[in-house]
């Protein structure tokens, strides 16, 4: 498990974006299970391709005017029951972190892993959320 003072600055970067922080499998259980529109669970990374792509892209796909209804975040080695819990409900991707799980009425439609994020640009990735956004989730009001 990392020190707090260590994850705090990355848990921020994310959190100014807007997302909520889910720290508890219950916190977890709470989103998930009410199984009612879009959600989007970022599981956070103290590495290279969780500063270097996925948190800047996460970012840049919050600009688009299509996301989902609800955006949360678990830490990978901070709070290891909460992002255990959110695994569980990517049931069928390998874990990995950084991640994204696109879910719709409480259930996972898609996961972005760890290997779909390394070695590529915010940019690119962020083109993906997008899109996977388009595809999911439906335009603000």
Do not use: W
């Not at 889910?22 to 977890?28: I, K």
């Not at 959110?86 to 972190?97: D, L, V």
């Amino acid at each position: 498990m990392y020190p707090e003072e260590m994850v705090k600055p990355m848990r921020e970067e994310v959190t100014r974006l807007g997302v909520r922080e889910l720290r508890t499998a219950q916190d977890v259980d709470t989103l998930l299970k009410q199984g009612k529109g879009t959600a989007m669970v970022f599981v956070n990374s103290v590495c290279g391709c969780a500063a270097g792509g996925a948190r800047p892209a996460l970012a840049l796909a919050l600009q688009h005017a299509v996301k989902p209804d609800a955006l949360a975040t678990v830490f990978a080695g901070a709070d290891r029951e909460a992002v255990e819990r959110a695994r569980s409900y990517m049931a069928g991707f390998p874990p990995s972190s950084p991640s994204i799980g696109l879910f719709k009425d409480g259930k996972v439609v898609h996961v972005v892993e760890r290997r779909q994020i390394e070695g590529r640009m915010p940019a690119q990735i962020a083109s993906d959320l997008t899109a996977l956004f388009d595809k999911h989730c439906k335009p603000a009001r």
